[in-house]
């Protein structure tokens, strides 16, 4: 009876608070083809809403979209939330240099040169090279303290990791993603059957094969992989953007979303999932795979294997999650800035 009692007291007991170090921001890197797709944005206005409340601080974004108006609409985004002064990095040589349905929002003018959304970068091409600042962001951090949250394709992470040295650093690319990264946060792959479709070749994954393959077989720390099969599942409110962003007379986010495709309509939230675990893996909002291996075909279909010592884990949500999720995401991506 007694071994009964201390069992159900230690369930029921309430969680140990979080140490000092366990509280501090998370460290995060954004890697994103924003313009493609309008989760990428939604995703760097959720990123915003964490670190007004303390979760994260933002050190750089890096771009992996290869058009000159992807980086500026990300500082204006930036600017909008009053963090003008964080890097951005882009991709040379990347894919997908198609201009999009809203990138050209960063060009947009009230009148003759003024910009509905201020802001300073004005062309990627005025922009450093994406591995370079990532060598010097990260060569900047204490050791194991980083968390990157890659939604777009692997491009600027597999030239990270073939880097050698250079001023920001002595060592190789992979060995500084070794020293300084402690998780890769990755929204690629596809690992549930989709509408009957047992496999299939996910976005992300199929428009830079390569350099996914690459990543896949050499990153040195752990990734956890948000499958296609999240995002689909936990669809953005429609409602949310006719009604959560109106105390901005034009708010990038909620005129990225018009623009991708006339409301009504509720978007996959893709790129917000990898975020979320990024900043708040403890929160609840998803289980994990047991570790394994994620392979890549020469196809693009992505294979997850159970493996006790493997280096990578797969989201998974139950519906109950999902319903939590949603409401999170609603709440976050239309949290207003901070004042300044």
Not at 52 to 80: F, M, W
Not at 193 to 202: N, Y
């Amino acid at each position: 009876m007694i071994t009964t009692l201390l069992s159900l007291l230690l369930l029921t007991a309430p969680p140990a608070p979080a140490s000092a170090e366990e509280r501090k921001p998370v460290r995060l890197i954004f890697d994103t083809d924003i313009g493609n797709d309008v989760d990428d944005a939604m995703a760097l206005g959720l990123i915003h809403a964490l670190q007004s409340r303390g979760k994260c601080e933002l050190l750089a974004v890096t771009v992996t979209k290869d058009h000159e108006l992807a980086a500026p609409l990300v500082d204006a985004i930036n600017h909008v939330y009053g963090r003008g002064d964080i890097p951005i990095g882009v991709v040379r040589g990347g894919k997908t240099p198609e201009p999009g349905k809203f990138l050209g929002l960063a060009a947009e003018e009230e009148g003759p040169g003024n910009l509905r959304y201020p802001h300073d970068l004005r062309s990627g091409a005025d922009a450093p090279e994406a591995v370079s600042l990532l060598r010097r962001v990260l060569a900047d951090q204490p050791d194991g303290s980083v968390v990157i949250a890659q939604v777009g394709f692997s491009t600027n992470l597999a030239r990270l990791l073939a880097s050698g040295p250079d001023d920001s650093s002595p060592l190789s690319g992979r060995d500084l993603a070794a020293r300084k990264v402690r998780l890769l946060s990755v929204m690629a792959g596809a690992f549930a059957p989709i509408d009957g479709k047992p496999r299939f070749g996910e976005y992300n994954i199929v428009q830079d094969l390569d350099a996914a393959r690459a990543l896949v077989r050499d990153w040195p720390t752990p990734i956890v992989f948000s499958g296609f099969e999240i995002g689909i599942a936990i669809p953005y409110p429609a409602v949310s953007i006719e009604r959560d962003f109106s105390y901005l007379a034009h708010h990038p986010i909620a005129e990225a979303y018009r623009l991708y495709e006339p409301p009504p309509h509720e978007r996959p939230t893709w790129d917000l999932t990898s975020v979320l675990f990024a900043v708040e893996p403890d929160r609840g909002y998803f289980d994990l795979s047991p570790p394994g291996l994620v392979s890549i075909a020469d196809d693009g279909h992505t294979r997850f294997e159970p493996e006790p010592d493997g280096p990578h884990r797969v989201l998974i949500a139950s519906p109950e999650q999902a319903a939590r999720v949603r409401e999170a995401f609603v709440q976050l991506v239309s949290q207003p800035p901070a004042p300044r």
